[in-house]
């Protein structure tokens, strides 16, 4: 038997032998008073593994001293600014001290642990009170269970900051460069180079021939980017990531300014509450310079007059509101219930709404050479699907994992402002504590404000935090689900759902259905027989119906309840 963490630790390029020395070689056993949990972290790649070992045999002393084993060690590579961004580590070796499998956390140094400030910090430190549990911070020798909760208060908002200043002076550095005409950095399109140290674009001699000749001259002489991408499959030639092309490809590719040798000026991505997430739109303009003219960053595989006739070509197709690049338009309504999990028996690949039936999406998009493809008719699949569902649904027991998943699902399907309201008032906490860190700092560091005006202030503070703290506990509480936990009441909600409403109540219990190939052409196999579903509760908590029966049928005569009747 071995640990749940060798295979992370070998990864990071320990021998067997220093594990062993280490103390992280052994089965963990002991009380959890007696055990810990070890969070390690990186930014980017830019912190070698070396520095990566050495955190850990910093914490690994400490651990000695202390006279704890190591239950776990969490390694992963994510900001710690970014609210966007998960951090599935963080999150389970949080959780792993709230199970009470043991009750110390350590660190290496508290910005590995967050950027976000004291909002998220406060609440792992709030939670870890609760169930005596302790954070410990190796090289800033603080324990939470020792008065090192000012502390840790201070530091984290102090790694916000800096977060924020390394943001600002990338930001600035990299507007410079680009003004000047320097390659900003990323993948270059296809066809195209950036030499280390040049920061200019140049043709790739392995790709330019094929991206010139096989993929801007026929977009010029209006051929589709269905039937380039096709052709590019059937000659073998793939993407520079050794992938098969599709229609989607090339036409992200002829409308990327860079794919004319100019500087991109794209416009960073946000969410619903306006932070900037690590995306961009798609497309875009060049960048302009001073004399109103794009800024050039090199060769590119067309020119800039080329390029702004292969763009009018590829909008001159697309209907009224559906412009390729149109950023303002809305999420289209559901058409489809199966969208998501039916798929192709030839690659595995997803099947697309085709207008009256579901079809291949890699037949479509990237031509036969790739698959075959297969098409079946909408609403036979449809039928069918929900006589599986229901066969399924009336067969788990009332508190399965599978029914209660299906009901959580359901409500956030119902109610998706909650989990809207639910991020918005983790931002308010996380800037009042900032606020309130700050008005601390100016009070005892600045000294420029009046006692009794502190203490006002502070004391409204501190009231809006306790508010939010408590809405933030109530929206992170699972709703009751005791209303929906049968599978009655789940077949009801069935017969009143929508198109919408179905598709959630599908994906909630189902990881993905696989359709048959036909036998052959006329096959009067029933299409129920022909769809292979992979369930989420695969290892069963449900007993299995025959279901091969005609749908026709089966949807006669099969229960309704009382509440959908």
Known sequence: MERDDLSTLRALGFEDDELRRLGLWDVPTGAPEDLAEVYIRRSKKRDTLT??????????????????????VWFEQRSASKSHVRREEFENAYQAVLDGHSKTLYVWKTDRLSRRGMGQVGLLLDDFDDCAARLVSVIEGLDSSRGGRTLFGFLSERA??????????????????????????????????????????????????????????????????????????????????????RAQTVINLAQSPSWAGLIPNRDR?????????????????????????????????????????????????SRPGTTIGDRTRGIREA?????????????????????????????????????????TMRERVDEAMEVLWMDHVLNL??????????????????????????????????????????????FFIGGGMDEAQFDGLRGELAAQIASLKAELADLSKDSDLSALANPEALAALWEGAGIAGRRALIQAALNRVTVKPPKGRGDKTPIVDRLVPVWRDKNADALRLDVGVEVGERSRTRHVPEAAA
Request: with cysteine; charged share 30%.
């Open 160 to 245: 916000r900051e800096e977060a924020k200043d390394i943001s600002l002076r990338t930001k600035t550095g990299g507007d410079a460069h680009k003004a000047e005409g320097r390659w900003p950095g990323g993948v270059t399109p296809y066809g195209l180079r950036c030499p280390k140290g040049s920061g200019k674009l140049q043709h790739d001699p392995a790709e330019y021939t094929y991206a010139r000749t096989l993929i801007a001259e026929r977009l010029l002489d209006k051929m589709t980017p269905a039937e380039i991408a096709n052709d590019l499959n059937e000659r073998k030639i793939s993407t520079r990531h050794g992938k098969k092309w």
């Open 269 to 317: 991505q946000t969410d619903e509450f306006g932070t900037l997430l690590d995306k961009w739109h798609r497309g875009g303009g060049p960048l302009l310079g001073a004399g109103g003219h794009p800024v050039r960053a090199g060769q590119g595989v067309v020119t800039f007059e080329e390029w702004e006739k292969i763009k009018a070509i590829i909008s001159g197709r």
């Open 335 to 375: 058409a489809t219930i199966m969208t998501g999990v039916l798929r192709c028996p030839h690659c595995n690949g997803p099947m697309g709404n085709g207008g009256r039936n579901y079809r291949c999406l890699a037949r479509v998009n990237q031509g036969k050479s790739v698959c075959q493809g297969i098409a």
């Open 397 to 442: 027991v009332p508190d399965s994992p599978t029914i209660r998943g299906i009901a959580r699902r359901w409500l956030s399907y119902q109610d998706p402002a909650k989990e809207a309201r639910r991020r918005s008032v983790g931002a308010a906490l996380d800037d009042a504590v900032s606020r309130d860190m700050k008005l601390t700092r100016e």
């Open 51 to 72: 520095t990566v070992r050495a955190h850990v045999r910093d914490v690994c002393r400490l651990a000695v001293v202390e006279g704890k084993m190591i239950r776990r």
